[in-house]
């Protein structure tokens, strides 16, 4: 039985009860979310040691980091390095995307060193061995879930009627999703739908096996503000939306992604639309970065767009280095990417329902250290509390204020006024 199916007959499994402990939320109450497919809690059967995690209703707005080799760079141990990187920086799960060198290599040795779910997309395995065949495509599947990654980004949504939407409606960008232009590239190739599309009922029945959570992908997804809100995407989310309820009936938890380029005041729109075609579906977004013009600071432009869609109803956000767009992510890009994503995360959360007073009690953590010129208590508050340590020591000027206004330190001043207004009463 998946997890799924447990949750609908009313069990509590050992993962439910783990996130539910975690999270502050009933356990009952959990394992509904999961049964109705609001919330996913990704988990391979064959995954050894691993800390679940739960996306979606109710719960904060969890965090996923990409690491991956490239046909330039395919050092396996460094994009272990960059996953342990990430763990230690917070992220809530890692998706290896690698593309190049030993592929089966990389994922297996992720695999071993976190304990946090991990997902991956199978259809670059069946690309890099030039095979995006039925046969392929399912071989490349089988094979990452053998492996027990815990979810996979599946392009189920593009198929014959894409191609003719964007010949109908063509975009500056074209596709930008590796995986939707494959998928593209072999219907247009061989004249047959999408593999994955066209039978998904089998691939359902693969996922039940091994009780993996899919991630339906956003092959479509706008490239630039230029293309944010076209056709094509919005005839994604409604195949999306169809593909989430077969999963449900299938007992396989279902997650959806999302763009990509979107202008700020088009992403709550955006986030509404797609919670409402795929019926509360967990929403995975990468980004929504609300510029172009900014590489170099993309994980700050995808962090502003996070907040807007995680106040909107987004639950899960793939964290963008500041390598986007231009490189190969370092370990350094891994970790800040990390990091300004947390906190776009943690923003949302200080909004969303379910879990606002828990995030809001962080920040009162923080503000009350800073009231109190409490230097040691602002760093255990803070986010990521080595940078802050690191900023605030750099110079060797040591006061019990900062350097920013030292002897006019607002916050000491005031505190002196009101206690001799109080004085002198
Ligand atoms: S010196 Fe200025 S910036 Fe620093 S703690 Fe005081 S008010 Fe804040």
Redesign the pocket.
Known sequence: MTLMEEASRGRVPREIGSVAEREGIDPAKLARLVATGRVVIPRNIRRENLVPVGVGEMLTTKVNVNVGTSKSLDSPETEVEKALAAVAAGTDAVMDLSTGGDLDLVRRKILDAVHIPVGSVPIYNAAVKKDVSSQGLFDALEKHAKDGVDFVTIHAGVNNNSLERLHQDPRIMGVVSRGGSLTMKYIAETGEDNPYYAEFDYLLEMAREYDLTLSLGDGLRPGCIEDASDRAKYMEFIMLGELVKRARAAGVQAMVEGPGHVPADEIQTSVKAMKYLTDGAPLYLLGPLVTDVAPGYDHITAAMGGVIAGMAGADFLCATTPSEHLDLPTKEDVIEGTYVTRVAAHAADLTRPGVREKARAWDLQMAKA?AD?DWNGQFNAAINPTRAKLIRHRRGVE?D??????E?????LSKEALEMQRERK
């Open positions: 800073r010129l006061t204020t900062c350097t920013m206004c030292s006019l330190c607002a916050i000491r």
